[in-house]
Structures are given as structure tokens and as C-alpha cells.
């Protein structure tokens, strides 16, 4: 099955597995940016230690490194609807980074524009120092 990604971006594993504890099918999947500076991921919410059913799509900074950062994106109810705002975060990303110094402000670019409606936080552990600066 081919997917749709930017071009900026690789599938990097994805899995369906089916707990021990219950019957119902659950994916899982991590991409890769071209650069190697980013890597997301769509997991189960229960894997992160969530009790609210759903799954969670998390950014890691740097992956495999001892200065990387994992912080969430969103959550919601589907695979599908993660998947979905996974992509829409990929575009918004690969649009605005251009390379390791653009890091933090691209994944602040894609952050503000696939959080969910209300939400004013910014992600943990990601820097905010002038965010309102950018936005005018």
C-alpha cells in the first residue's frame, strides 16, 4: 500500500498489532524527515501511559541522539484522523524549515497550525521565545 507523504518525508516503520488484554486491531507507525532532524510518531494513547483511548501523535527532535526531545502534538479518537493531521504537520513543517537553525520555529509553525480548536499551549519542552514576534 503506497502512501501519500510530502516529499520531504519516509515512512519509517508501521505495524498492527492486537493487545493481550483486548480484541480490537491497533497501528502503529514513526516517519522520518529527509534531514534526520525529525522523526514523528502515531502510537496507541495507551503507550504513553494515557488511560483515554485514542492515539497520540508525538514529534522527536533529533532522534537517536542524547539531546533529543519528544513532546506531543494531539490526540484523537482514530488512526486515521492521526494519520490525517500527521501529514497536514509534515507539509507545514517541510514548508517552513530550512535546516537545523529553522528547527524550532518550523515545528512551531506546524504545531500552531494542527492543534486542536482552544488549545493556547505551546508543546512541552519546546521553546516559545518570540512566538508573538513571528506571528505579526
Known amino acids: 500500500m503506497a502512501e501519500d507523504l510530502p516529499a520531504a518525508w519516509r515512512r519509517d516503520q508501521r505495524r498492527t498489532y492486537t493487545p493481550a488484554d483486548g480484541d480490537d486491531e491497533l497501528e502503529y507507525a514513526t516517519y522520518l524527515h529527509e534531514s534526520g532532524d525529525l522523526r514523528l510518531r502515531i502510537a496507541p494513547a495507551s503507550l504513553d501511559g494515557y488511560e483515554t483511548p485514542g492515539y497520540t501523535l508525538q514529534a522527536t ?39 537545523p537553525a529553522d528547527l524550532e520555529a518550523a515545528l512551531e509553525y506546524g504545531f500552531d497550525r494542527t492543534k486542536a480548536s482552544g488549545v493556547t499551549d505551546g508543546p512541552l519542552d519546546l521553546g516559545t521565545d518570540g512566538i508573538d514576534e513571528r506571528r505579526n
Open 61 to 99: 527532535t533529533y532522534p537517536g541522539l542524547d539531546f533529543s526531545e519528544t513532546f506531543r502534538i494531539r490526540q484523537v479518537l482514530t488512526f486515521g484522523r492521526c494519520r490525517a493531521i500527521a501529514v497536514r504537520f509534515m507539509e507545514l513543517f517541510a514548508a517552513a524549515y530550512d535546516g
